[in-house]
């Protein structure tokens, strides 16, 4: 019966307006600062190689016959590279992407995420700006910066650089959690250890800047100088709530095949299909990329925030059905 479709959006008009408001502060913000506004393509011939994020996929008849399968896209990283490598200098955008994670309170497949490159940046500049947008976009108590090492070290007592997988493991049991899903990987041991052991643990009103993640996460972001166990990666938190991921970045085209290649090899280790490596990407690596630094930021969980949101349904129009 057309009786019983539920046809109307989740999220209230107030909170509708809400999310309008929200994209014209971060555009002002950027405006001031003579940040660039961009857009890239949502649907790609290459997605992300990392085995831990889930590519959603579809079959397009326009493309040629090698590019059939095309990528709606986790991030909009590579091509906003691509602009500046190219010239285009310090830039942002609001974009919709796509993530094959399921459905939760905090996850959906299809979100908006703010994405933001300066150029001359290192990350821990790019932390003081991010501290000045949310400032005017979320209310926070404190700031506070722990490295990924010390996070562990205090939460846990395990240094997440020398400890083994079964140290990981015995962690989930002391807390009565099942990790058998995960157990043949370290590193996917490591995210769940971070995701249900140490972010709870983060101050409930403080804004908090994880640093220092392992070199082997380190994805797209250069390895540290002072300890190559470690990249110049950060993510920041709200409460225990992630909202942005961000790098001081790797611009060294071969090193970043090289990650490339590996996350394929995991792939095809962990049973997962490989993921067709940017060339396009990589060659404007090769040209050379600016230093700079960048960060992306999911907008529903910060207006989730904003708005005393438990639920990420709650703030979007029309979320995945399931």
């Not at 974009?95 to 300066?118: A, I, M, Q």
């Not at 590193?187 to 971070?194: E, G, K, Q, R």
């Not at 709200?238 to 970043?256: F, H, K, T, V």
């Not at 490339?260 to 490989?274: H, Q, S, T, V």
Request: proline fraction near 4%; include cysteine.
């Amino acid at each position: 019966m057309i009786d019983d479709i539920s046809w109307r959006p989740t999220a209230s008009i107030e909170t509708i307006k809400a999310r309008s408001a929200l994209y014209q502060q971060i555009r002002a913000f950027f405006m001031e600062r003579g940040v660039l506004e961009v857009e890239t393509p949502v649907l790609a011939p290459c997605g992300v190689t990392e085995p831990h994020i889930a590519n959603l996929t579809v079959t397009c008849a326009a493309v040629s016959s090698t590019f059939r399968t095309q990528y709606l896209q986790t991030s909009p990283e590579y091509a906003m590279k691509r602009l500046i490598a190219g010239g285009v200098g310090d830039c942002f955008e609001i974009t919709k992407v796509f993530r094959d994670d399921g459905v939760s309170k905090r996850h959906n497949p299809e979100f908006t995420l703010l994405e933001w490159y300066r150029l001359g940046f290192t990350d821990a500049d790019l932390m003081e700006e991010i501290v000045s947008l949310l400032n005017k976009l979320v209310s926070f108590s404190g700031v506070r910066k722990v490295t990924y090492q010390q996070a562990f070290l205090e939460t846990l007592g395990l240094c997440p650089l020398t400890c083994s997988s079964s140290d990981l493991v015995h962690s989930f049991e002391a807390e009565g959690l099942d990790c058998r899903v995960v157990m043949d990987d370290r590193n996917s041991l490591l995210d769940l250890a971070m995701s249900l052991l140490v972010e709870p643990s983060f101050p409930h009103g403080d804004l908090t800047f994880v640093t220092e993640y392992p070199s082997n996460q380190a994805a797209l972001a250069r390895v540290c100088e002072h300890d190559s166990r470690v990249a110049h990666r950060f993510e920041v938190f709200l409460g225990g709530l992630e909202l942005a991921n961000g790098y001081w970045e790797l611009s060294d085209a071969a090193e970043q095949r090289r990650r490339f290649e590996a996350d394929n090899k995991r792939r095809i280790e962990l049973g997962l299909p490989e993921v067709p490596v940017d060339e396009e990407f990589l060659a404007a690596l090769g040209e050379g990329l600016p230093d700079c630094a960048g960060v992306a930021m999911g907008l529903d969980r910060l207006l989730m925030l904003s708005l005393g949101r438990s639920n990420i349904k709650d703030v979007l129009a029309f979320p995945a059905s399931v």
